[in-house]
């Protein structure tokens, strides 16, 4: 299986809405897979960031196929974002760290 469930992903092609008639969505459309399918074929469904009206977090929900996009970043390994004291610049991030918040 090329992504699991809540992996963030971006599609690679034009992608057609499920649900709505004649709308596409281009290459580059981030989204989040909400389930992973092995049978009859691979696929996944995800909901995309509708363009445009990302900040009000508008999706539409669509089923692609392993070719039709890229993971981007992988459910469940923390992500940890070191940032200028002051600021929200990050200076790093290291991913797969656990830290003190895990008990290490």
Do not use: C, W
Request: glycine residues 10%.
């Amino acid at each position: 299986m090329k992504a699991k469930q809540y992996d963030a992903i971006r599609t690679t092609v034009t992608v057609e809405s499920d649900a709505q008639n004649g709308v596409t969505y281009p290459p580059g459309t981030d989204g989040t897979v909400v389930e992973a399918y092995e049978r009859p074929a691979e696929g996944y469904a995800v909901d995309l960031v509708i363009p445009g009206i990302a900040a009000t977090r508008r999706y539409d929900h669509v089923v692609l196929t392993p070719e039709q996009f890229e993971v981007t970043e992988r459910s469940g390994e923390p992500v940890v974002r070191v940032t200028k004291p002051g600021t929200k610049k990050p200076l790093a991030t290291r991913r797969g760290y656990r830290g003190k918040e895990a008990g290490h």
